[in-house]
């Protein structure tokens, strides 16, 4: 995400693709978890501990279901409440000539928005608290 936000080849598209794909990576790492016997954790172990008290990492995984499914199911539960989470600005200065740009995002969520790089380091940080409290990093 830094690099989007400092300046890269490819425009918006390529932008939105390494965004949401963040965002994914981010949510799914509790899957990996749960399936890595090493681990020693469980779902409900992730879901409790982690994601259910922290708002940056629920927001994170309405961002990575709607990317997935092209929109929050209505029929199931968002995790911030609000199935209209979404990415909803997207500023962009082009570098003339150099074939590269730099994009900032906003999120929306719960009649708030957030600036992405913010989240994804918070939620980077939440994860690493996590993982370090149970040695596993």
């Given at each position: 995400?830094?690099?989007?936000?400092?300046?890269?080849?490819?425009?918006?598209?390529?932008?939105?693709?390494?965004?949401?794909?963040?965002?994914?990576?981010?949510?799914?790492?509790?899957?990996?978890?749960?399936?890595?016997?090493a681990?020693?954790?469980?779902?409900?172990?992730?879901?409790?501990?982690?994601?259910?008290?922290?708002?940056?990492?629920?927001l994170?995984?309405?961002?990575?279901?709607?990317a997935?499914?092209?929109?929050?199911?209505?029929?199931?539960?968002?995790?911030?409440g609000?199935?209209?989470?979404?990415?909803a600005?997207?500023?962009?200065?082009?570098?003339?000539?150099?074939?590269?740009?730099?994009h900032?995002?906003?999120?929306?969520?719960?009649?708030?928005?957030?600036?992405v790089?913010?989240?994804?380091?918070?939620?980077?940080?939440e994860?690493?608290?996590?993982?370090?409290?149970?040695?596993?990093?």
């Open positions: 995400m830094r690099t989007v936000y400092a300046g890269a080849p490819g425009g918006t598209d390529a932008a939105i693709d390494a965004l949401l794909s963040f965002f994914e990576t981010v949510h799914h790492l509790r899957d990996w978890l749960a399936n890595d016997q681990s020693g954790l469980l779902m409900t172990d992730v879901h409790a501990d982690l994601i259910d008290g922290s708002p940056t990492l629920q994170c995984a309405d961002l990575a279901n709607g997935k499914h092209f929109r929050l199911d209505p029929n199931r539960r968002a995790q911030t609000d199935h209209s989470t979404t990415i600005q997207n500023d962009v200065v082009v570098f003339d000539g150099t074939g590269t740009s730099a900032r995002f906003r999120t929306a969520s719960g009649g708030k928005t957030r600036d790089l913010e989240v994804a380091e918070e939620a980077v940080n994860w690493r608290g996590f993982l370090s409290s149970r040695n596993l990093i």
